[in-house]
C-alpha cells in the first residue's frame, strides 16, 4: 500500500533546485517569535499550496484523490477503498506550529473535517461480528484534530544546503466518525442497515480497527505535500 500510494504521489521528482516562491514569506530562525511567525505565515500560504503548484509537483488538495487504499486492519479484516476523493483537505485550520531548529523537528496541530467518498470491499470480521460487502461508501471524520511531527536532515545540493525529512508520525483524534457503506451482504438492506447502525453507534470501536490504517495513508499525504516545498528549496530560503 505505502509503496503504491507514494509512487502515485510522488510521481515526478525534482531534480533542480527551486526557489521560494511568493506566497510563501521566510520567517528568522533567530527570532525569538519565530513559531508565532511560522503559524503566521503557514496560514497565509496553505490557501495557495492548497490550489496546488505544478513547478512544485504538488496536486491542488481539493479534492484531493486516491485510487487505492487497503487498510491494514489485522488478520480479521480485509478492508479497500477504492477511487477515493477525499473532501476538507483544504479546509485544514492550523492551530499551532513548532519548529525546533536545534534539533531539527516540527510538530503541526491541525483541526479539520475530512470526508472520504468511493468505493469499498470488506471481508472479515468487524467488533467480531461477520461483515462482507463492495460498493460505494462515504465516510466522515468530524472535528478531527491531527497530531503531525516531522523529523529531518540535510544534504547538500550545488553547494546549498537542503532539508531532506527522514521521518513522520500522524497522530489523530476524532470527535465522531460516521460511516455508510452501500450494498452490504450483497445488498441485504435489513443486515446492512443494522450493520452501518452498530458500526456509527460504536464508531470509537471501529477506528481503534481501521484508524491506523487510514491515518497511516493521510501521514503520507500529508508528507508528500510538505515535501514538495520543504526539500525542493534550499534551507536558508525557508528560515533567513
Ligand atoms: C476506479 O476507477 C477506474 C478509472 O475510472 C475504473 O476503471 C475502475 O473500475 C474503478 N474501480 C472501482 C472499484 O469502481
Ligand atoms: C541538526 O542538523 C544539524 C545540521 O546538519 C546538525 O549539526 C545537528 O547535529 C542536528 N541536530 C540533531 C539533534 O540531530
Ligand atoms: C456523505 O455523508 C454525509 C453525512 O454523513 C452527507 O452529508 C453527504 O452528503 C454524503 N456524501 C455523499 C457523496 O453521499
Ligand atoms: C531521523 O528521525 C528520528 C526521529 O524519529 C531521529 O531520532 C533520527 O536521529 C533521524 N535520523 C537521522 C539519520 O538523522
Not at 511560522?38 to 509537483?57: E, R, Y
Not at 496536486?59 to 486492519?73: G, Y
Not at 513548532?98 to 470491499?121: A, C, P, Q, W
Not at 453507534?201 to 508528507?223: R, Y
Amino acid at each position: 500500500m505505502d509503496r503504491f500510494v507514494f509512487s502515485f504521489l510522488c510521481m515526478v521528482s525534482i531534480t533542480f533546485a527551486l526557489h521560494i516562491p511568493s506566497y510563501i514569506k521566510p520567517c528568522k530562525k533567530n527570532d525569538p517569535n519565530l513559531n508565532d511567525c511560522a503559524l503566521k505565515q503557514t496560514k497565509l500560504a496553505f490557501p495557495f499550496v492548497s490550489k496546488g503548484d505544478k513547478q512544485f509537483k504538488a496536486r491542488p488538495l481539493n479534492p484531493f484523490f486516491l485510487p487505492f487504499l487497503e487498510v491494514d486492519a489485522g488478520a480479521n479484516l480485509e478492508l479497500k477503498l477504492i477511487n477515493l476523493t477525499v473532501n476538507g483537505l483544504d479546509n485544514i485550520e492550523f492551530k499551532t506550529v513548532n519548529y525546533d531548529i536545534e534539533n531539527n523537528k516540527s510538530r503541526f496541530i491541525m483541526s479539520s473535517t475530512l470526508n472520504f467518498v468511493g468505493k469499498y470491499e470488506i471481508n472479515g470480521q468487524i467488533l467480531v461480528l461477520p461483515i462482507r460487502g463492495d460498493g460505494n461508501c462515504n465516510i466522515t471524520f468530524s472535528d478531527g484534530d491531527f497530531i503531525y511531527d516531522t523529523y529531518w536532515t540535510f544534504v547538500e545540493k550545488n553547494s546549498q544546503q537542503f532539508a531532506k525529512i527522514n521521518n513522520t508520525k500522524l497522530d489523530m483524534k476524532l470527535k465522531r466518525a460516521h460511516f455508510n457503506f452501500e450494498n452490504l451482504f450483497n445488498g441485504d438492506k435489513l443486515l446492512g442497515d443494522n450493520m452501518n447502525k452498530v458500526l456509527n453507534d460504536n464508531w470509537e470501536d471501529v477506528m481503534k480497527e481501521i484508524g491506523p490504517g487510514i491515518t497511516h495513508t493521510l501521514d503520507v499525504v500529508a508528507t508528500s505535500i510538505l515535501k514538495a516545498y520543504f526539500e525542493n528549496i534550499p534551507y536558508e530560503e525557508m528560515f533567513v
